[in-house]
């Protein structure tokens, strides 16, 4: 269904200026170098998408020189065919079973820095996702500071380039698809964890590379923002929230929509206090994504939500934030979120989700990922707003 030769795809200068970037980063923090382990950097800086393991496979970013991608022996072949390495961006390095990779590391760490200087006084930054077992194995061996890599990377990764957003994109109009779909079909009857199933197959089926999560939160489940889906039977005249993502071409999708099910029959549809609270989160949601342009701090966007969210009654009942930043993660910078005084800036991409929720009876959010562009936002979820009430079976 999805046009995969249609994906826009990273060109491999993107991969030479990142580098660029993140090692005047490093120079610029009088770091020795930037350690990157497996995950969302690596795959930004590298286009390596490896599997995190407890052999170490490690991207070495020095202050001048150049990067080198330290694998074990048996990872090299995937090592060497990933864009950065292809392009000869990134010297490899292999370790062998018996050796320690992580003294592997030290001493590219150490021969990249200036002649003579001791180990104690190489502080590194380390990626923010790399396991403790390796962070405390590199602790033992450098014996300099460390500090967190994100100092380095979210810089660079919180602006995303246009073929980011269209990635963005296309996995948000996937995910519309899904929810389409799920709340078109039979609901009324099914468990939300045979829902949550369904949810995941569709997403796959429309083009994601695996299904994240599918929160399926039937009546008072509908009040736990984070709730799994459980073997709740779903019944008539209750809401659900479907909340549900995950990544296309490393990117994430993440969106929110309303249903309600009468089962058919019409004197179960939504209560009017439900309705009365929908009206209201509609418009705060629509406020919030109305507030986005460049210059306005992230604050500024979870104020434009709540404002309308209190002046309603309801503000001890919207209790998260209004969003966070999305791209290779389904949850980074910017976080959309008071005390976030960072200004929004072109290219910045993230949810905009307020919510109500009254514990143990029932509650409602609405997700649209939103891209700051130059005069004002761009809203990637197309799929309707309004609290879809539908028969459900
Ligand atoms: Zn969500
Ligand atoms: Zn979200
Ligand atoms: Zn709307």
Redesign the pocket.
């Known amino acids: 269904m999805t046009d995969l030769a249609a994906r826009p795809t990273t060109p491999i200068t993107r991969y030479a200026d990142r580098l660029a970037a993140a090692q005047r980063g490093v120079a610029a923090r009088g770091l020795a170098a930037l350690l990157v382990g497996v995950g969302p950097d690596l795959r930004y800086l590298a286009g390596y998408p490896a599997m995190a393991l407890e052999r170490l496979t490690m991207l070495v970013v020095p202050a001048r020189g150049r990067a080198t991608l330290v694998v074990p022996r048996l990872e090299a072949a995937p090592a060497r065919s990933c864009p950065a390495a292809a392009a000869g961006l990134v010297d490899i390095v292999t370790w062998e079973e018996s050796e320690s990779a992580h003294a592997v590391v030290a001493r590219l760490v150490v021969a990249s820095a200036a002649r003579g200087t001791p180990a104690e006084r190489l502080s590194v930054a380390v990626s923010d996702t790399l396991w403790a077992l390796h962070v405390l194995r590199l602790q033992e061996v450098l014996p300099g500071a460390f500090e967190s890599g994100s100092t380095v990377t979210n810089p660079l990764r919180i602006v995303k380039h246009a073929d980011e957003v269209e990635l963005l994109r296309l996995a948000a109009h996937a995910a519309d698809r899904v929810v389409d779909s799920i709340a078109t079909g039979r609901l009324v009857g099914r468990t939300e964890a045979d829902v949550a199933r369904e949810v995941r197959d569709r997403l796959v089926a429309e083009g994601h590379d695996s299904a994240d999560?599918a929160?399926v939160g039937s009546g008072p489940n509908s009040a736990s923002p984070h709730h799994a889906a459980s073997d709740r039977v779903i019944g008539a005249g209750e809401p659900i929230v479907l909340?549900?993502?995950g990544p296309l071409g490393g990117y994430g999708s993440?969106?929110?929509r309303m249903l309600w099910v009468t089962g058919g029959d019409p004197a179960l549809g939504p209560t009017p206090e439900f309705v009365a609270a929908f009206e209201v989160l509609h418009r705060a949601q629509a406020a919030a994504i109305a507030a986005v342009r460049p210059g306005v701090r992230a604050e500024t966007v979870d104020a434009a939500a709540r404002d309308v969210i209190e002046a309603a009654g309801y503000g001890p009942n919207f209790i998260h934030r209004t969003g966070h930043g999305i791209g290779l993660e389904e949850h980074e910078d910017p976080y959309i979120i008071a005390g976030n005084a960072e200004p929004l800036r072109t290219g910045m991409t993230f949810?905009v989700?307020p919510g109500i929720y009254f514990e143990g009876r029932w509650g409602m959010?609405l997700?649209d990922i939103v891209a700051c562009g130059r005069d004002g936002p761009d809203v990637l979820n197309l799929s309707d707003h309004a609290l879809r009430v539908v028969a459900g079976t």
């Open positions: 999560f929160i909340d549900i993502g993440d969106t929110t949810s989700e959010r997700e």
